[in-house]
């Protein structure tokens, strides 16, 4: 298996692990990330702000009380651009015998283009360091401060101590025109402060963590009561679905063995048909054949009126012998069980020709013979024979057509004729018709007859198929 296979596969078995969760089960853990994550961003900025808000006010403090004890002595700078062995002096003295001191544990004083104009190292001065952020700043007008953050060159040596350190630039300003002309840098140790951080930090923290938590909580009570319901009725509804499932099985069961029961009908009725149609070309009709032949040869002895009389009755015998030898024609069958189903078809529109003399136009094209029982096919020939009688009887025998189309889905079949169309009422059909609807929707095929609107009527039936007959 290919790494792209066994990922996929991977894939597919955690995608169907995940959606066999609970709602509130998958809300839990979607939620649990997006909260988490949120924890950290949030928790992140807020302690962020709160350091800096922190770091800012303790150095505006220390600032002011550092501009006001410096300030004045550095004032000279602005004169002469450098401070005298005076002001060296003073600074020494306030940053070694003065609670000051104490706290701060060193001091730059810097110019503009970044040189160390004084420190308490005095290697350090008349060093230039590059310009960073914080200096500019300074620079600039700002005061600016920072917590534990020495990783400049310039402040190396401050890094060394291992202090907590609140690293602070002030900017110094020319007394009568407020230019800034120096800045002053000095390290505080910030031991109080690192506490008062590490304090507001674990209170942010905190509040941000119970406050998800709560939320979290909250949504997930929801979503848990949302799915407890959801699934409730999940299984109501595969329940009902079962009870459908159970009672549609019994219907289709039921439907199947209505439908068996109505083709064995059919098939009865249709052997009760071509016996009658037998007994009645062996029976009446024999004997009507003898009565015709004995009724000539007794008028050939009869004269006058008895005579004319008795040709007569002759004649009526004669026709009623055509008649019942034309309905014992047509209460038979011709052999349809092993014919392909177009050569039904063409059987019953020939019989149809040869007994009535009206032709009939046929069209049949069958992709594939389909695999009918004997009551479709015995019903297919019935459906031509009958809509072939009502055309010719309603018609005149005017335009009739027969039209079979059969794939290995489905059977349509439709005769059509030429003349008057149906009458406009509800049921237009006869009893020829009706018996004819109710055979087609026996084997669940549809039954349909209507007038055509370019003149004449039609009928249709449609039957499913069961696929190729032979292969």
């Given at each position: ?6 990922y996929r ?7 169907s692990?995940?959606s ?5 089960t998958?809300f ?8 988490v994550?949120a ?9 962020a702000?709160?350091e ?16 006001n ?17 005076g ?5 020494h ?5 003065t609670?000051?001191g ?6 730059k004083f ?9 420190a ?7 060093r230039?360091?590059?310009l960073t952020?914080?200096?500019r ?5 700002e ?6 953050d020495?990783h ?8 060394a101590?291992?202090l907590p350190?609140l690293?602070?630039y002030?900017?110094?300003?020319e007394?009568?025109?407020g230019?800034v ?27 941000v963590?119970?406050t ?8 997930y ?7 407890h319901?959801?699934?409730?009725q ?19 069961e039921?439907?199947?063995r209505v439908q068996?029961?109505a ?9 009760t048909m ?7 070309h ?13 009724l000539?040869a007794?008028?050939e ?5 008895v005579?004319?009389?008795m040709a007569r009755?002759a004649g009526?015998?004669?026709e009623a ?5 034309a309905v ?5 069958l011709p052999?349809i ?10 059987a019953?529109?020939?019989?149809h020709?040869a007994?009535?003399g009206h032709?009939?136009t046929?069209?049949a094209t069958?992709?594939?013979e389909?695999?009918l029982?004997p009551a479709?096919r015995?019903?297919?020939?019935r459906?031509?024979?009958e809509?072939?009688?009502n ?17 290995d889905?489905?059977?349509r ?16 059909e006869?009893?020829g ?11 669940g095929?549809?039954f349909?007859a209507?007038?055509?609107p ?11 198929t069961?696929?190729p007959?032979?292969?």
């Amino acid at each position: 298996m290919t790494i792209a296979a066994s990922y996929r596969a991977q894939h597919g078995e955690l995608r169907s692990r995940w959606s066999r969760l609970s709602l509130a089960t998958r809300f839990a853990a979607a939620a649990s990330v997006v909260l988490v994550v949120a924890t950290l961003v949030i928790g992140a900025v807020v302690t962020a702000r709160i350091e800096d808000a922190v770091v800012r006010n303790s150095a505006n403090a220390t600032a002011l009380y550092m501009d006001n004890v410096i300030g004045p002595i550095l004032q000279q700078v602005s004169r002469s651009g450098e401070l005298t062995p005076g002001a060296h002096r003073a600074l020494h003295e306030i940053l070694e015998n003065t609670p000051l001191g104490d706290r701060v544990v060193s001091f730059k004083f810097w110019s503009a283009d970044g040189q160390v104009i004084w420190a308490d190292n005095n290697a350090n001065e008349g060093r230039t360091f590059p310009l960073t952020d914080d200096l500019r700043q300074a620079l600039s007008g700002e005061v600016v401060a920072s917590f534990d953050d020495l990783h400049e060159e310039e402040s190396s040596e401050e890094a060394a101590l291992g202090l907590p350190l609140l690293e602070i630039y002030l900017p110094v300003r020319e007394v009568w025109s407020g230019r800034v002309v120096a800045v002053a840098e000095f390290y505080e140790i910030a031991e109080g402060l690192a506490g008062d951080l590490r304090a507001a930090r674990a209170a942010a923290w905190a509040a941000v963590g119970i406050t998800t938590l709560l939320l979290g909580g909250v949504l997930y009570a929801i979503v848990l009561g949302g799915s407890h319901t959801i699934e409730v009725q999940r299984r109501a509804l595969d329940q009902r679905l079962g009870q459908l499932r159970e009672l549609s099985a019994r219907n289709e069961e039921l439907r199947l063995r209505v439908q068996a029961a109505a083709s064995r009908s059919a098939t009865q009725t249709d052997r009760t048909m071509r016996r009658i149609g037998a007994d009645l070309h062996d029976g009446p009709a024999q004997h009507l054949a003898y009565a015709a032949l004995r009724l000539d040869a007794l008028r050939e002895r009869l004269e006058g009126p008895v005579s004319d009389e008795m040709a007569r009755v002759a004649g009526a015998v004669t026709e009623a012998l055509t008649e019942v030898r034309a309905v014992s024609r047509g209460l038979q069958l011709p052999d349809i069980a092993e014919r392909p189903l177009e050569a039904t078809v063409k059987a019953a529109v020939e019989a149809h020709e040869a007994r009535t003399g009206h032709c009939v136009t046929l069209e049949a094209t069958c992709s594939t013979e389909p695999d009918l029982d004997p009551a479709a096919r015995v019903c297919v020939f019935r459906f031509v024979q009958e809509g072939l009688n009502n055309a010719s009887r309603h018609a005149k025998g005017v335009g009739l057509e027969v039209a079979l189309t059969c794939d290995d889905q489905e059977l349509r079949l439709a005769v059509r004729d030429q003349g008057p169309g149906l009458p406009d009422i509800p049921r237009p059909e006869g009893m020829g018709l009706s018996g004819l609807r109710d055979r087609v929707e026996s084997l669940g095929g549809t039954f349909a007859a209507r007038s055509r609107p370019e003149g004449g009527a039609e009928i249709i039936m449609t039957l499913e198929t069961r696929g190729p007959a032979w292969t």
